[in-house]
């Protein structure tokens, strides 16, 4: 088990920023790779960001380059996702995950991770 814990989440508006934490316990953390989703009501859970175990390859989703950044600090047992320029369409439950064995094309599956985090309330106003 990994738990997962999110924190960050708030109501910021449009163009601002905001920092989201995913803090995990146990000694092993640094041997999972790291993605970030986020689902809006209605709509399916999508891919956000990930980052390899070591940090030394990260991946984005289409609609968050250039403005969100994700981190890993395996010291502190804790990955980042950095924020900026948000825009009301932002706007979601994201949520973290952790998975093992993971590659270069299932770093953006959410099927391929085994621990999630219960998320945290992105909101951003126009």
């Known amino acids: 088990q990994v738990p997962l814990v999110e924190s960050g989440g708030g109501l910021v508006q449009a163009g601002g920023s905001l920092r989201l934490s995913c803090a995990a316990s146990?000694?092993?953390?640094?041997?999972?790779?790291v993605g970030w989703f986020r689902q809006v009501p209605g709509k399916e859970r999508e891919f956000v960001a990930a980052?390899?175990?070591?940090?030394?390859?990260?991946y984005y989703a289409d609609s968050v380059k250039g403005r969100f950044t994700i981190s890993r600090d395996n010291a502190k047992n804790t990955v980042y996702l950095q924020m900026n320029s948000l825009k009301p369409e932002d706007t979601a439950v994201y949520s973290c995950?952790?998975?093992?064995?993971?590659?270069?094309?299932?770093?953006?599956?959410?099927?391929?991770?085994?621990?999630w985090g219960q998320g945290t309330q992105v909101t951003v106003s126009s």
């Open positions: 146990g000694r092993t953390f640094s041997t999972y790779g």
């Open positions: 995950a952790a998975g093992a064995l993971l590659s270069d094309s299932s770093y953006y599956r959410r099927e391929r991770y085994a621990y």
């Open positions: 980052i390899t175990r070591s940090g030394g390859s990260t």
